[in-house]
């Protein structure tokens, strides 16, 4: 497949993320980055002109490549469809002077030849797991394409944003998912209602 090569990132890591969906009224944009884990209704704007928002990113101090889904139920078309839009627009953005850091996706096994082929191996990457816990398959899917990344792509450094499973190794840094703040905020009122008690 003929899919653009995402170069690999040795830039800085931001100290806060957001999602897209946030960015425009973000006050914070020289230490923060952007992240597309979120569904795919929210950024495919961006597919439709990203010319639109060139300015915008510039803003921020890294955005992680876009992130069109490569659901395993999906037709492997669509799949190698959304793979090219995240390479193409990463390249793009890259192109526009802002700061990528790559998002190798993938689905089940049979992607990973033309998945991580579009990658420069080293460098920072950024991952999600948001979802792949719910669904013991899911998670097997998860766990087999996350050891086939290390071995080809050999990253540095791994941004997970999500919960990050006992399975997952290397230099990792944690990205905490909305769902997961929502979830350490809810333990800090308990706690509190706890001791009020």
Known sequence: FD????????????????GFNYALNCKDPENT??????????????????????????????VIQPDFSLYRDYPKALQVYNSFRNCWLANYLIDHGINVIPHPSFSDADSHD??????????????????????????????????TMLRRLKPDTILIHGEVPSICRGNIIHIPSFQSRLHEMDGRYEKKSNQAI
Do not use: C
Not at 3 to 18: L, N, R, S
Not at 40 to 55: C, G, M, S, T, V
Not at 116 to 127: H, K, L, S
Not at 130 to 145: I, N, Q, S
């Open 33 to 62: 980055g952007v992240h597309f884990f979120l569904d795919d209704y929210q950024f495919e704007r961006i597919w439709a002109n990203p010319n639109k928002y060139l300015n915008m990113f510039r803003r921020f101090k890294a």
């Open 114 to 147: 033309w998945s991580f082929a579009n990658y420069e191996p080293g460098g920072i990457v950024a991952i999600s797991t948001v979802g792949v816990r719910y669904d013991k398959e899911t998670f097997l899917y998860f766990a087999y394409g996350y050891e």
């Open 3 to 18: 899919i653009p090569i995402v170069p690999a990132y040795y830039g800085e890591i931001p100290e806060k993320w957001i």
